[in-house]
């Protein structure tokens, strides 16, 4: 007996799946949450829903592989920022004056606005202090409640309740949200320390590195293994990119933090050349949108001048120009791979889950579509989001999200804010 059907059909369907390929018209039928089949007239009559797609563009939903998730209900005060400003006031001000209630209302916020989007996968680079087990779960309770699939990079809080989750909370491996280690950390002890906890748990772990030899001190210190994400990568010594494609490391870029805060260039064009098919991250909601339109359109652009002005070149000295096609692998499947999801989600292959994104195409400022990869990278924003489902569930549907609690959520991060403009009271 058959589960539940859905069908999306008649849209131009960017698979991201090379064997299936870009189709003009075509149908994606779903059942039980699973793709089933991909083409012209792939639906059956016996369908639960059925999505008219037609005059609409069809893609897997985008992934965002390194976010702060917590930070959304700070959301723009960092804008004007650069990176000292930001670990002083966000991370070092604003962050401990957070509540359990509080860090829930970001965790959802950034949840419900990543699926606004279009964005169905989101790491979640949590690096709030956790005192207490409270505060930890419920930054996962809103994530659950969202309905986003979410790799939860556990940070900042003791080893014992990062077990505790491990245990009691995010054990399953199929669920939507599953578990990572930020691995961010201080001298050589503290590395084997967080490493040895990552292993432990049987989790990948996630680090931010920029310039120096970071990638070949944890080759040095036997931690390094595959399946570790290194979020920026800027101004690395020569060597350490081809280390962390040589190790099974896997490489996340935000380009528009990277330039905006000083970080240094976003390097396309060195991981081009080191073999790396990075992924792409919003980063910090305190001062870049929540949806990954902004970071493909703005590494295109920075990786485009960069390889025109001779700053980057291939493995051959030649100058490699990277496509749209190129950001849209990075915003869809290489972002799963580099979660290690790339048999869960990332292209609308049949066997994978139903994450997909339908987006409109007759705004004025998108119509007429001539190449349809291009058009999204270059022209489209969150306001062509239409339809979104994560798992075969509908999540956005008619440009709406479905989620009957967003009124009361808004509310409540406007009290948030209201809160934190008081003076922290004096010690």
């Not at 869960?344 to 889950?353: A, D, E, I, N, R």
Request: charged fraction near 25%.
């Amino acid at each position: 007996m058959s589960g539940r059907r859905t069908l999306i059909a008649g849209g131009h369907v960017l698979s991201m799946d090379p064997a299936i390929g870009e189709l003009p018209c075509a149908d994606v039928l779903m059942e039980d949450g699973v793709i089933q089949s991909v083409g012209p007239d792939a639906g059956a009559a016996d369908v639960d829903d059925r999505i008219d797609a037609r005059g609409r563009l069809v893609l897997p939903g985008f992934v965002d592989t390194h976010r702060h998730m917590w930070q959304a209900v700070l959301r723009g005060c960092g804008a004007d920022q650069t990176l000292g400003e930001y670990f002083e006031t966000v991370l070092g001000a604003l962050g401990p004056r957070l509540t359990p209630d509080e860090l829930y209302v970001g965790n959802a916020l950034s949840a419900l606005a990543a699926l606004d989007a279009g964005v169905t996968t989101v790491q979640d680079i949590s690096n709030v202090g956790k005192p207490t087990p409270e505060h930890t779960d419920a930054l996962l309770d809103a994530l659950e409640s969202s309905g986003v699939r979410c790799v939860f990079a556990y940070g900042m809080g003791p080893a014992k309740d990062a077990r505790r989750v491990r245990e009691t909370r995010l054990g399953t491996g199929d669920a939507l949200v599953t578990m990572a280690i930020n691995a961010d950390g201080g001298g050589d002890d503290d590395s084997r320390r967080i490493w040895s906890l990552a292993r432990d748990l049987a989790v990948p772990a996630a680090l931010h590195v920029r310039g120096g030899r970071p990638v070949s001190r944890l080759h040095r210190l036997g931690v390094l293994r595959p399946g570790t994400v290194f979020i920026h990568g800027t101004r690395l010594e020569e060597g350490e990119l081809r280390l962390m494609r040589d190790s099974g490391a896997a490489l996340s870029i935000a380009p528009a933090i990277e330039m905006t805060m000083g970080h240094g260039l976003p390097p396309f064009g060195a991981a081009a050349a080191a073999g790396l098919r990075p992924g792409l991250s919003t980063d910090v909601e305190v001062a870049a949108a929540a949806d990954m339109f902004g970071p493909m359109r703005t590494g295109f652009q920075v990786a485009r001048l960069a390889a025109l002005q001779g700053l980057t070149k291939g493995t051959d000295g030649q100058v490699a120009l990277p496509t749209t096609r190129d950001l849209l692998e990075y915003a869809t499947v290489a972002g799963a791979e580099v979660l290690g999801l790339g048999r869960v989600t990332g292209s609308l292959t049949p066997g994978k889950q139903a994450d997909v994104v339908v987006l409109r195409a007759d705004r004025p400022g998108v119509a007429p579509v001539y190449d349809a990869v291009g058009t999204v990278v270059s022209a489209m924003g969150p306001g062509d989001v239409e339809t979104v489902l994560v798992a075969g569930r509908v999540v956005k549907r008619d440009g709406r999200l479905v989620h009957p609690g967003l009124p009361r959520l808004l509310e409540r991060a406007a009290a948030v804010r209201d809160r934190l403009r008081e003076p922290a009271p004096r010690r």
